[in-house]
């Protein structure tokens, strides 16, 4: 594997290691602290990112690499009308690996195509998040010491939300996994989701569009946030964006294992009175994250010296 674009890319195997040497770091941190050494991580933000970007950059610190990069497209010479490839390209010159967030899908692969380096899918439009995914996988390992055989709801903006879709792709691959999908008629899953994984795998899944009639029946819910950003129409999203609201009350229902978790930022979607709930996991998913991001950049870099 020579960049991470989409979270399909891995295999189960890869996962699986990728998840050892992330719990290894954890237990071990001073064994990591100068794998990188010498290296560095250009980390290039085309869109505002607080966890992604500084879990990554605070996972090269952490392998005693070093980073540069930019933060928003307008410091940038995208904002001069430079192309994502000639970017790449620049930028190989300069970095050992690249870990980039674009607001068009396609980006991050249109720059691994051209870069000599590595490149690493930060979040590419409302496609794919394949290392939030990488976080949430790790989250879901240590809460529930499994991946099968768990019915997984995910909810909110299902249709523009790039985590849910990498999150689907990632767990229809272990045997017994259900998904409960809940959206408003306007933030339904894409079509391809259904069409390219869910059916062609034969995993059950049912769409609901009440939380509470569901909650009873979940092991893992995933919370989104509406995405804002990827909205044609302001109105629509001012109508949309309260759908669901997560309280204390609402859990009283669920199973006493849930094991709540939301990629972050959260606006409105979880109250914060189900932060202290034993079953809100939100918090150490953004631990487990920098984690998984370290994993991620030692295996890209060990396979890139091959
Ligand atoms: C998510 C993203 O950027 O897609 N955030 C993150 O990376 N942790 C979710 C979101 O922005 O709602």
Redesign the pocket.
Known sequence: MKSLIDIMELSTAEIDELIETALDIIANPAKYSEKCKGKKLASLFF??????RLSFEAAMYELGGNVIGFSEANSSSAAKGESVADTARTVSCYADIIAM?HPKEGAPYVASLKASIPVIN??DGGHN?P??TL?DLLTIRKEKGRFDNLTVGVCG?LKF???VHSLIGAMSRYSGVKFVLISPEELKVPEYIKTEILDPKGIEYKESASLEAVMPELDILYM??V?RERFFNEADYIRLKDTYILTAEKLATAKDDLCVM????RVNEISVNVDDDPRACYFKQ?LY?KYMRMALILKLLEEAAK
């Open positions: 869109e505002p990112s607080t966890r992604t967030r930060a979040g998040h290392t939030q976080a903006d939300g790039r985590t989104t946030r995405q939301h990629p972050l930022p953004v994250g």
